[in-house]
Nanobody, 128 residues
């Protein structure tokens, strides 16, 4: 069973960059699709980015496309979210999630309820 631990959050200025990491445990990490979601104060959790098991297929929300990059290194059971040109509206708790799925369907990779393993979250605060 996958266990996930996020790191790399913090407080930055608008225009800065951050890289979030999510370390997974378990020998089957490489067979899991991985996603990043975020939840801002008083808002519902929303999809940010997802990557399939191999790293060859990625999806992004429109709000982060072109600024964020999701990637993974299965050799060390880690998925990353590189966030560039951060904006105040990116302020949120960011969650890493995993689902035991080896396909590339966008609807499945972007849907929160498809993920059955979640990290504890890491706070990202962007000041203007």
């Amino acid at each position: 069973q996958a266990q996930l631990v996020e790191s790399g959050g913090g407080g930055v200025q608008a225009g800065d960059s951050l890289r979030l990491s999510c370390a997974g445990s378990g020998r089957t990490f490489g067979s899991y699709a991985m996603g990043w979601f975020r939840q801002a104060p008083r808002k519902e959790r929303e999809f940010v980015a997802a990557v399939n098991w191999s790293g060859g297929t990625t999806y992004y929300s429109d709000s982060v496309k072109g600024r964020f990059t999701i990637s993974r290194d299965n050799a060390i059971n880690t998925v990353y979210l590189q966030m560039n040109n951060l904006k105040p509206e990116d302020t949120a708790v960011y969650y890493c999630a995993a689902q035991n799925y080896i396909g590339t369907r966008q609807d499945l990779l972007q849907t929160e309820r498809q993920y059955d393993h979640w990290g504890q979250g890491t706070q990202v605060t962007v000041s203007s």
